[in-house]
């Protein structure tokens, strides 16, 4: 098949392009040919890979509808759209209704973010973009059940498919520790951009709990600060946990990688670290790609409750603690460093479940999901 993707793409950082790269890739494995439609933030320009094959800035409404035109004349037999409301121009990105709106090729709607109290706006988008959709992809159950519910898409045209995990190569966690001059501490980890609403500050409040009984604990807080969020605001909430160190004396606990982390280097983190941290405080988070990757790499988890790590840390697979809470969050830590036993289990369950979330494999569902609906979509035409 000849298949485009409209969405965020590096070398723009961004967690959705990431997700975008991964997809493409790993859908050549399986014979398809992928081109992609970037959307730029504006006032930035991007040196893009030969399978860009149109630019959009977001703040452009017209690009939006050129997109759609140029695909209308284009050997292309769907389209994937990446949704996220963030990444699209207008009030709530509304710009992509432009493009859905004028695109006469068939089109999944692969979502990243369903609220369950989305407002009026919000809610008329992803309800007007799943009601023309050949078909709605969605990462987790919860989120079938509110494209169901809150959006009033059918639930013929849902698929629940995992978020993809790409292959590390798995390392010895005291040989990594040794390479980072962490050797012989305890290492919990929190990786991604950075900004209000990842709960980093729990996480070091947690740490402050926990450094009396495990002196040498390290907390890795890995990424950069959001690119977006820096143009507005600079460095302002990193500034605020620096401040929020100094004022709980973790300051030889907590460590920064304040940038962008490669893959390979991403690997290595997630291998050497003992207990990896989810602290988002906010219930309704859809989806984790971080969370995704810790799965695929068999750490031992702990997290905040919200939508998505309620869902794929249950049965055992993880430690979910009953609410936002610093404290809380410090009791399941020191549960899984004082149990080797205990982080095991975590490890072996997290790994079983990861397998089946590795990219490949997330890929061939796409492929065969997307055969599956094209076929039907064809008969109908014809009869």
């Known amino acids: 098949m000849n298949l485009a993707i409209l969405s965020t793409y590096p070398p723009r950082e961004c ?11 790993n859908l050549a494995l399986w014979g398809q040919n992928v081109s992609i439609l970037a959307i730029t933030d504006k006032n930035s320009s991007y ?8 630019e959009l800035k977001e703040d452009r409404k017209d690009d939006f509808h050129i997109a759609a035109e140029f695909l209308n004349s284009a050997e292309v037999d769907a389209v994937f759209i990446e949704h996220e409301y963030g990444i699209f121009g207008g009030r709530d990105g509304a ?4 493009f859905a709106c004028n695109l006469e090729k068939p089109f999944i709607l692969n979502t990243h973010t369903v609220l369950p109290h989305p407002g009026f706006r919000q809610r008329g988008i992803l309800a007007k973009l799943g009601k023309k959709a050949l078909a709605v992809m969605c990462m987790t159950r919860r989120s079938s059940e509110l494209l169901n519910r809150v959006y009033r898409v059918p639930l013929e045209k849902i698929f629940v498919v995992p978020h993809g995990v790409p292959i590390f190569k798995e390392k010895p966690r005291e040989a990594l520790k040794r ?16 900004g209000p609403g ?73 291998y050497m670290t003992d207990v990896y941290l989810t602290p988002y405080p906010h219930r309704s988070q859809a989806v984790s790609g971080t969370l995704s990757y810790a799965i695929g790499c068999g750490r031992a988890i702990v997290s905040t ?11 055992g697979r993880g430690l979910v603690a009953s609410q936002a809470n610093p404290e809380e969050i410090a009791i399941l830590i020191d549960r899984i460093l004082s149990s080797p036993q205990l982080k095991a289990q975590l490890e072996k369950k997290a790994s079983k479940l990861g397998k089946t979330m590795l990219w490949p494999e997330v890929a061939k569902n796409y492929v065969n999901i997307l055969q599956s609906i094209l076929q039907v979509n064809a008969e109908r035409k014809v009869y």
């Open 47 to 54: 040196n893009y890979p030969p399978e860009v094959v149109f």
């Open 95 to 98: 710009y992509v209704l432009d």
């Open 15 to 25: 967690g959705i392009a990431s997700f975008s790269r991964d997809l493409k890739n």
């Open 305 to 315: 409750p919200y939508d998505y790590s309620l869902e794929v840390l249950g049965d």
């Open 198 to 270: 990842k709960g980093i500050e729990l996480g070091i409040k947690a740490i402050s709990y926990l450094k009396e009984k495990y002196p040498g604990i390290i907390y890795l807080v890995a990424g950069e600060t959001h690119p977006n969020l820096k143009k507005r605001m600079g460095e302002a909430y990193r500034d605020s946990l620096l401040d929020l160190i100094e004022k709980v004396h973790v300051e030889d606990n907590i460590k920064f990688i304040n940038r962008f982390i490669s893959l390979e280097e991403l690997g290595e983190i997630l």
């Open 179 to 194: 390479v980072y001059d962490i050797a012989g501490r305890p290492l919990v980890t929190t990786f991604g951009f950075i």
